[in-house]
């Protein structure tokens, strides 16, 4: 079956950096588009940034510049890297699988979902 292991998260100064990390497992990693989405406390779910199978990549506007997302088809991980934090990109942060090659930007566009990891930006 599908799974998905969020890790990496944690509290960061605002104008720093962190990276999370997504272990998939039970699909053909390579052959799907994978994605980041957030959930800021008391807001509804946002998507963040997506991959395609190729290596195509996407984000939103709030994060353009200061986020990476990138994918090792080697160790099946997905990578998002954030700088320039600010404290409005606290969220718990999920890991989506996309459920065709190609990334989107809606939610419905991930089929399936880790159990998430949360990033605080705070001074």
């Known amino acids: 079956q599908v799974q998905l292991v969020e890790s990496g998260g944690g509290l960061a100064q605002p104008g720093g950096s962190l990276r999370v990390s997504c272990a998939a497992s039970?699909?053909?990693?390579?052959?799907?588009?994978m994605g980041w989405l957030r959930q800021a406390p008391g807001k509804g779910l946002e998507w963040v940034s997506g991959?395609?199978?190729?290596?195509?990549?996407y984000y939103a506007d709030s994060v353009k510049g200061r986020f990476t997302i990138s994918r090792d088809g080697a160790k099946n991980t997905l990578y998002l890297q954030m700088n320039s934090l600010k404290p409005e990109d606290t969220a718990l942060y999920y890991c989506?699988?996309?459920?065709?090659?190609?990334?989107?930007?809606?939610?419905?566009?991930?089929?399936?979902w880790g159990q998430g990891t949360q990033v605080t930006v705070s001074s």
């Open positions: 989506g699988k996309g459920g065709s090659r190609v990334a989107g930007s809606r939610i419905l566009d991930y089929n399936y």
């Open positions: 039970g699909f053909t990693f390579s052959t799907f588009a």
């Open positions: 991959i395609s199978d190729d290596g195509s990549t």
